[in-house]
């Protein structure tokens, strides 16, 4: 593996255009390793300044394997790549929610990355994720970026999340003698998308400045990100755009398969063994010498006008063993880690004796890259369905409330305020509207808060006002023409957090204003929309329409949840909103006899001058007639402010497909 590298160093040691994320502890960005590295760190959930945790130490080891540069103590597999740092485990702190990591690997698409390391993984029974992290790992196939992740250390037959997913490249550990270690995992679904990568000792960066050998999947991963990023960079070379799924078949198609002299098991070996030299054969069609022959005529032909120097060449060596991974793990408590001890090697005992240890995901979340020059062009955009809650942050806040808040009568007996009871809240309020700022207003998904709803700036008041009126609508029985089921919430990711009382971290989202602060049932959204398609709707049988319709909103609402900060997420929660144009479409579907087959989001092949616009496409098929052709619906979004805009009429064509 080390002549392999050595040779592909000849060839390249990245390129700045490519740009590899790793999602995992902070970083050590003083250490000498990383001086003249092209590094950023993005702001997240994890907002503590590092010391001495565990954490610190992994997230700096995984990150120098990558990055380290040439002739520092710890010499990376991609110095010259761009990365971006995207912390989502604290200091000690190694429980992560699959929220929380979806958040991190939509910020780290929406901030340009080609691949993004995660050195970490939750065990599950059949390799399944929550909806978040499924549609963050959609997210990351439409836009080409490559997601490699841990197989994990548990030493069985079984799958972590997020390596387990489609699409993802998961990676299980090797010893220096090419045969799998005993506690790195396999399963089915890592024989068709894993691959072994060195894992054993593996030297890397230790915060303050020295340096340290660690075993483990997590250290196996960016061994493997680094040779992505190697081979990306090479198209880049050659003139060709980076293509992060082309890299990914590369590795795949020319990984090693384990013999009986490997392990007497050789699904163990997952798919088979990194193949440096063969995923560039198969993506380039020649040999590394060969590539190297060529890249040399190049170069002197370059060298000859511009007096440029020849590329370094580095090794990597070895050092003394040591073991740790780290799972994410959502809801269990944080188990201590192993002590990490350099003179003792990494043993079947030592692994058999451990537990494993967890960590945690947290950040908020960037607008996407491709976001139209504007005046929010900058900033961190969101518009998020869910329903409204409250927070007190703490007993001292819940207990001041108590206080304040007039006793309930019953009985003739006076029962103290209970200010979890949210018709009380209402009440109370509704009488006190400036004692709404101390609380914490919460939009939440399901049971589940995902911001923290901060009104700002000259129309706060207002806002106020509004957030109390929607959660009265809450708390109004279902049968009320005042019952709110949904909220829309448009605003301002601030790049702050807060700490609920659960202990959750959640993202600031501020609302500068009442604009776009929405309010609905589903059945009053769609008597509405009916009746702007009236004259259709008795021509198209109104019932249809309304179920429908009721079943476009319930796939928006549940089926495709997310977090309303992508520029595709927010273009499909507005079309929940605008069900008065979804409709239109609706009637005349329904008017042939046809039922809505999918709901998808494609950037908008037109759109205006300063715009980000995208298209929300209805297919529609005939559930009698599986041959008769389909018929689609596409209308365009604009997302550049922070209400989004349709532009242009509903425009309709059949397809086959």
């Known amino acids: 593996m080390e002549a392999e590298i050595q040779k592909i160093w000849k060839l390249t040691q990245g390129d700045s255009q490519i740009c590899v994320a790793v999602l995992d502890g902070l970083v050590d960005l003083s250490h000498s390793c990383f001086n003249a590295a092209n590094l950023t760190q993005l702001p997240t959930l994890i907002q503590d300044k590092a010391t001495n945790g565990t954490m610190f130490g992994h997230g700096t080891h995984v990150t120098s394997i990558i990055f380290g540069q040439p002739e520092s103590p710890v010499e990376g597999i991609a110095p010259q790549c761009r990365g971006l740092i995207v912390p989502i485990f604290g200091d000690n702190n190694r429980n992560l929610s699959q929220l929380d990591l979806s958040r991190a690997i939509e910020q780290a698409v929406n901030a340009g990355a080609h691949i993004i390391n995660i050195s970490a993984g939750q065990l599950t029974d059949n390799g399944e994720a929550e909806s978040w992290l499924n549609q963050a790992v959609q997210l990351c196939k439409n836009n080409n970026v490559l997601i490699v992740s841990a197989a994990g250390n548990d030493g069985c037959e079984c799958l972590h999340v997020p390596a387990s997913l489609p699409t993802v490249l998961a990676v299980g550990a090797m010893d220096n003698q090419g045969k799998p270690i005993d506690f790195s995992n396999w399963g089915e679904l890592y024989q068709n998308q894993g691959i072994l990568a060195p894992g054993e000792n593996i030297l890397g960066a230790e915060p303050g400045g020295g340096t340290q050998k660690l075993s483990g999947t997590s250290f196996a991963t960016p061994i493997v990100s680094g040779v992505a990023a190697l081979l990306l960079s090479l198209q880049i070379k050659r003139g060709e755009k980076p293509d992060p799924s082309q890299v990914r078949t590369a590795l795949l198609e020319t990984a090693i398969p384990c013999t009986t002299k490997d392990t007497v098991d050789v699904s163990r070996c997952l798919l088979g063994k990194l193949n440096i030299s063969g995923a560039l054969q198969y993506l380039t069609g020649g040999t590394m010498s060969e590539e190297l022959d060529t890249l040399e005529i190049v170069d002197s032909v370059e060298a000859t006008g511009c007096g440029c120097g020849g590329t370094d060449t580095t090794n990597i060596t070895e050092s003394e063993p040591n073991s740790e991974e780290f799972i994410l793990d959502e809801l269990s408590e944080a188990v201590p880690a192993m002590p990490v001890t350099i003179s003792a090697p990494l043993t079947t005992a030592n692994i058999s004796n451990s537990r494993p240890t967890t960590m945690p995901y947290r950040t908020s979340n960037y607008i996407t890259a491709k976001q139209a020059p504007s005046d929010f062009a900058e900033l961190n955009l969101a518009y998020a369905l869910g329903t409204l809650g409250y927070d007190f942050g703490s007993e001292a806040r819940r207990d001041s409330f108590k206080q304040l808040m007039p006793g ?15 018709r009380q809240m209402v009440d109370y ?199 008769r052709a389909k018929k689609l619906f596409r209308f365009t979004i604009d997302v550049s402010d922070i209400i989004p805009v349709t532009l242009g009429e509903v425009r309709s064509w059949s397809t086959p497909y």
């Open 408 to 422: 309930v009568v019953i009985d003739r007996t006076v029962i103290p305020a209970n200010p979890y009871d949210a």
């Open 429 to 627: 309020l509704g009488g006190h509207l400036s004692e709404a700022k101390s609380l914490i207003w919460t939009l939440n998904l399901e049971l589940t808060p995902i911001y923290a709803i901060e009104p700002d700036g000259a129309f706060a008041r207002d806002v106020y006002a509004i957030l109390q009126e929607l959660l009265s609508g809450q708390i109004q029985p279902e049968d009320s023409d005042n019952y709110v089921e949904r909220v829309s919430i448009p605003g301002i990711l601030t790049g702050r957090s807060v700490r609920l009382f659960s202990g959750q971290v959640v993202p600031v989202i501020e609302v500068p204003n009442t604009r776009g602060l929405y309010g609905w049932k589903v059945n009053t959204l769609v008597d509405a929309a009916i009746q702007t398609v009236q004259a259709q709707a008795k021509e198209a049988q109104e019932e249809s329409i309304r179920r429908t319709l009721g079943s476009f909103l319930s796939r928006i609402y549940y089926d495709l949840r997310n977090l309303g900060t992508t520029s595709q997420d927010r273009a499909l929660n507005f079309a929940s909103t605008n069900a008065f144009q979804a409709a239109s479409t609706f009637a005349e579907a329904v008017a042939i006899g046809m039922e809505l087959d999918s709901i998808t989001v494609e950037k908008s092949p037109f759109c205006r001058l300063d715009s980000d616009c995208w298209d929300v496409k209805l297919k529609f098929f005939d559930p009698e007639n599986s041959r």
